[in-house]
């Protein structure tokens, strides 16, 4: 496998506060890498940092996308070369229905024209995969939606998009056990029909449970203090974080 990110002595401030210190960490095409941590680690600012949200101030190390530095990029040109982000609170975006949302970020992302009818079958397919009613498509995006049906308009943004590394932030916050199953067969069918790559942020590991995970990261005070296989996902349930703080 080649690396496709490649994450090197990352350190990151919010208005001059340090957060992130030295963070290093890679992940292969087609892999499941889990990130977890305490509260105020720092999680969520490393999803944002590989975005490139400009609140996020990079002070030190790289970035790097199938080898290229991507550490100035804005925003728009990182999710043209495949990063997708999924946000732990979706927004609602008035004006705009679920599907213009999607068709005009295929058009962005593949710099192609979208074609109408095979693209409405597929958005049909992945809705009926994800249990939601069609008439969502129709809806301006996210607004009046459930905290469940915003999770799963996000899957569905993963799964029309096929992004090469997808970063999950807290999906599964908020949700029932009903739709925290759905949420994670769509995240299985992103795994088995996209050779991408999935950095999961959770505090929870009930959405992991159907998920094949090959690399997990605890997260402490802004460093990755441990790297392990799947098994620590099982040592952390029953010994918490404790043991790295």
Do not use: W
Not at 11 to 22: A, F, G, H, T, Y
Not at 23 to 49: D, F, R
């Amino acid at each position: 496998m080649s690396n496709l990110l490649q994450i090197k002595d990352l350190s990151v401030n919010i208005e001059n506060k340090q957060i992130l210190s030295s963070v290093n960490l890679e992940i292969n095409a087609g892999e499941t890498h889990v990130l977890m941590g305490p509260n105020g680690a720092g999680k969520s600012t490393l999803g944002y940092t590989i975005m490139g949200n400009p609140r996020y101030t990079v002070t030190g190390g790289k970035i790097l996308l199938d080898n290229e530095d991507i550490t100035e990029c804005a925003p728009d040109r990182r999710a043209a070369k495949g990063i997708f982000l999924s946000f732990q609170t979706p927004l609602e975006v008035p004006g705009i229905s679920l599907e213009s949302f999607l068709r005009n970020a295929l058009q962005s992302v593949t710099g192609q024209r979208v074609k109408l009818f095979a693209f409405q079958k597929e958005l049909k397919e992945k809705m009926a995969l994800l249990n939601m009613d069609e008439s969502y498509a129709k809806r301006d995006m996210n607004v009046g939606f459930s905290g469940g049906e915003r999770k799963k308009s996000e899957i569905l943004q993963l799964l029309m998009l096929k992004p090469k590394l997808a970063i999950l932030d807290e999906t599964d916050s908020g949700l029932d056990i009903d739709a925290v199953r759905t949420v994670s067969k769509g995240i299985e069918e992103y795994q088995k029909s996209v050779n991408g790559a999935l950095l999961i942020i959770t505090h929870s590991t009930k959405i992991l449970e159907s998920l094949k995970v090959d690399k997990t990261h605890v997260l402490v005070k802004g460093k990755i203090v441990k790297d392990s296989d799947s098994g620590l996902i099982k040592e952390i349930n029953e010994k918490g974080f404790e043991q790295y703080i």
